[in-house]
C-alpha cells in the first residue's frame, strides 16, 4: 500500500510574527502506523522540501513515543526534509491520503488547488482520506462529484471553537474548523476537550486534535486491509 502524507508549507501565524507550520505528533504518530503496517508513505507539501514544524509542537508536553522516535530517525527527517512538490503528485499512485494538522494548513492548503483536486479525487476513487486537527480545514473548498461541499451531510470532526480558545487563537486564525465544517453542511461532532474523537463517513475519517492522530491513522489502515 503507497500511503501520501500532505504537509503544509505555511510558517507564519497570521501577522503575530509567531512562527506556525505543521504540529509534530500529527505527523510522527500515523507515520510510523502506516511504516510499521508494512506501507510505503509519500511525504508531499505545496512548496515541496521541508515543511516548517510548529515550534510549539516540540515542547516537552508534547513529546510521545512517535516523536522521540521521529527525533532519533535520521532517515524519517531526510525523507520529511525533501518532500515532493503536491503539483507533481498523482493520486492514481496512492491507496489513501492523510493530513497532519497544525495551524499552517488553515492558510495555504485550504485555498491549494492541487491539494483541493487530490481530495476530491482520492474521495471519488473511494479511497480512504484522514484529515486531523486543523488539517480538516483543508477541506473547505472541496467539492463533491456534485458540486456541493463535500462535507455536507457527513460525520467529520476537527479542532473544537473551544479548543481554539484555550490556545488563545480564536482572533488570529483565518476561520475556525469547527464552524466552517458546520458553514458547510456537515454533521459535526466532537468529544471533550483534547480527548480522543474519531468521525468516519465511508471513506472521509477525521480527527479531532493531537490526541486524535493515532486513531484516524488506524482506521485508515483498517480501510485498507
Not at 507533481?88 to 485550504?110: K, N, R
Request: hydrophobic fraction near 40%; include cysteine.
Amino acid at each position: 500500500m503507497n500511503v501520501l502524507m500532505v504537509l503544509t508549507s505555511h510558517d507564519k501565524l497570521g501577522d503575530t510574527g509567531l512562527k506556525t507550520g505543521f504540529w509534530l505528533e500529527e505527523f510522527a504518530s500515523p507515520f510510523y502506523r502506516f511504516k510499521d503496517s508494512g506501507f510505503n508513505v509519500t511525504l508531499a507539501s505545496p512548496a515541496g522540501g521541508q515543511p516548517p514544524l510548529d515550534p510549539s509542537s516540540e515542547q516537552a508536553d508534547f513529546q510521545t513515543a512517535a516523536t522521540e522516535r521521529f527525533n532519533q530517525d535520521q532517515q524519517a527527517k531526510q525523507q520529511l526534509a525533501t518532500t515532493k512538490v503536491l503539483a507533481e503528485i498523482d493520486q492514481a499512485d496512492y491507496d489513501a491520503i492523510f493530513y497532519p494538522g497544525g495551524h499552517g494548513p488553515l492558510w495555504d492548503l485550504t485555498n491549494d488547488a492541487h491539494s483541493i483536486a487530490l481530495i476530491e479525487a482520492f474521495y471519488q476513487a473511494n479511497k480512504p482520506v484522514g484529515l486531523v486537527c486543523h488539517a480538516p480545514g483543508a477541506l473547505k473548498n472541496v467539492k463533491a462529484a456534485d458540486g456541493t461541499p463535500l462535507v455536507a451531510g457527513k460525520k467529520v470532526t476537527g479542532f473544537t471553537n473551544s479548543e481554539e480558545a484555550a490556545v488563545q487563537l480564536t482572533d488570529i486564525v483565518p476561520f475556525l474548523v469547527e464552524d466552517m465544517l458546520q458553514e458547510n453542511g456537515a454533521l459535526y461532532g466532537k468529544g471533550d476537550d483534547w480527548s480522543s474523537y474519531l468521525a468516519v463517513d465511508d471513506n472521509l475519517i477525521t480527527g479531532q486534535n493531537p490526541a486524535s492522530s493515532e486513531v484516524v491513522a488506524d482506521e485508515m489502515i483498517k480501510q485498507l486491509s
